[in-house]
């Protein structure tokens, strides 16, 4: 009989003990972020309280999404497809500018996080990130002319109708991510962008609805409603943004002559005696611009352009630095002296727009010879 009662308690403790530890690791499941795979249960469509409380059912019907392009990082929810939002691991090199707005809840504009937008080439890059304890749970997005903005009657924008929809890499939610979208898909310079979000908040567990954009500018559209967690005011929930311009990074080259001049120290010189130059007249002698150098190699080096050197007086020299037809000039540098070690003159300019020739004059000095240290930073013409 004491077995009997023991085997019972025994068994109490131990299904004690189990949920016990089934306890602790709930709580700390509820803090992690989940990847959708391991989860069995649908998760509820959060356009829910989108701005469409209130209107006819007639306005609302047909308001099913089209489905999207499917792609390598598209999902399939219900009837549509959305884009994946990744991991904001994503290396962009930004051309010019980036813009950044908050992400704003309501007439309050409680701020929830940022997103920055940038381009490239190839993408345009809008990075969402959120602050405190909130996580995004979807993301919606308009892009294209500002005139073009779909709204219900109401005033709140129809966001079954934008253009971009995405659920994120995490089916919990994510604090970071990055939404791609290639520049050959937006046929404008400068356009209008909605970036709204679907925020989850740890503490209150309410859902937010957010849209980034300038708080301090006048409010532009109009609605207002609230219920529970959702606020939503007077509103401007738009910004403008145009693709930013990709400058080709310049890359430098020398001057340099194979039989009248030597290479030290990576550094490459000419020298020319000025009885020479005088004796080629108006035409002057060429230097060869080279690049793709290695140190003092010049194997695989290419030629890019010529300087010419002219005597125009007894006294004058004119310089004239011209790059081949697909090279632009940034900037140029010419050092001079009467030796090598005694090259203190130098004649530098930088150029606001670039191109493929500039010249300009320099004194004679007291000497035999001109030594010519010659550099220029060009890159591939548009």
Known sequence: MKKKYLLGYSFIALFLIFASCSKEENEIVENEIILESEKTNIEPDFIKNDGSEGLKDEEL???????????????????????????????????????????????RKLQVGNVTVSNDDENLYLNFETNDRNLMKKVYLYIGAKGNIPFYSNGFPNLSKFNYKAFPYYYGGMDKATYVIPLSSIDLDCFEIIAYSKIYNKDSGCYYSAFAYNKDLTQGYSYSYYSNCYYYGEWVRSFEYCKQKCEVACTSAYGYHEQCGFCEDNVFYTFLAYTFIDSKGP????????????????????????????????????????????????????????AKNDITNNYSKQFDTATSSYSFEIEKQTGANIYIDSKVEIKASK
């Open 61 to 107: 019907e047909g308001e099913d999404e089209a489905p999207a392009t499917a792609t390598n990082s598209s999902k399939t929810y219900r009837h549509c497809n959305y884009t994946l939002l990744t991991p904001s691991d994503v290396d962009i090199e930004a051309c010019g500018n980036t813009t950044t707005m908050p992400l704003l809840v309501g007439s």
């Open 283 to 338: 035409d002057g002698f060429n230097i060869d611009i080279i690049t793709n150098l290695d140190g003092c190699d010049t194997t695989n080096s290419e030629e890019v352009g010529r300087i010419n050197i002219a005597s125009v007086s007894d006294t004058t020299l004119k310089i004239e630095y011209h790059v081949n037809a697909g090279y632009e000039m940034c900037e140029l540098s010419f050092s001079y002296g009467t």
